[in-house]
Every structure is written in C-alpha cells, then in structure tokens.
C-alpha cells in the first residue's frame, strides 16, 4: 500500500503564489507516476497535471499551462505542484494520485481510474 499525504493549501490572493507537496509513504518503490487533480465546489474532479518516475514526462491541464509546474524528488518520496499567477477560480481542493502502471502513460495521464492511490487533499482558496 501506499499513503499520501498533501499539504501546502490555504488562503492566498490573487495572482498569489503556493507551493503543494504530497508526500508517499509505504510501498513507494511501486509508484511509476504521480499527479495531482483539484475539485472545485460543486464541480467534478479534474485533472491538473501528471509526472512520470523519471520527471522526464509531465504534462498538464491547458487551464494551467504555463502557471502551474509539477515535479518530484524521489529521494523524499515526494512530488510537488508550484502554483502561479493565482486565480480565483483555481479555488478547489487539491488531490495527490499515485498509479503503479506505466501503461499507455503518454495517453491515459489524466484519467482517474488508472490512480490506485490518493491523498486526502488540501484546500486551496484563492480571493478576489
């Protein structure tokens, strides 16, 4: 098994900047890739953005290209989302995922079914 733990939320203004992390314990050696999704209020969660084992592969949201960089050190077990240029509607909670397949990666990165293991999330308030 392995748990995930985010932090690094809170209220921030906009244009603001944050830094999450998610940090993996357990089976950590299992994980191939690792991503983070976001639901906002009353909406469906999304995904943001998504990193292979390696860092080699990332890839994003085109609501958040450009302002939003993942990355890993895998030496800590732990993978972050540096966020920029805040808006108010990147209000949302914030998700760590973390899958074990390697399959078809470049094609399926944002599909939630293929993240067998997920944090409890971080809110993430950004004011007008």
């Known amino acids: 098994q392995v748990q995930l733990v985010e932090s690094g939320g809170g209220l921030v203004q906009d244009g603001g900047s944050l830094r999450l992390a998610c940090a993996a314990s357990?089976?950590?050696?299992?994980?191939?890739?690792m991503a983070w999704f976001r639901q906002a209020p009353g909406k469906e969660r999304e995904f943001v953005a998504a990193i292979s084992r390696g860092g080699d592969n990332t890839y994003y949201a085109d609501a958040v290209k450009g302002r939003f960089t993942i990355s890993r050190d895998n030496a800590k077990n732990t993978v972050y989302l540096q966020i920029d240029s805040l808006k108010p509607e990147d209000t949302a909670v914030y998700y760590c995922a973390a899958r074990a397949t390697q399959s078809f990666f470049s094609s399926n990165y944002y599909y939630q079914g293929t993240y067998a293991y997920w944090g409890q999330g971080t809110q993430v308030t950004v004011s007008s």
């Open positions: 357990g089976r950590t050696l299992s994980i191939y890739a």
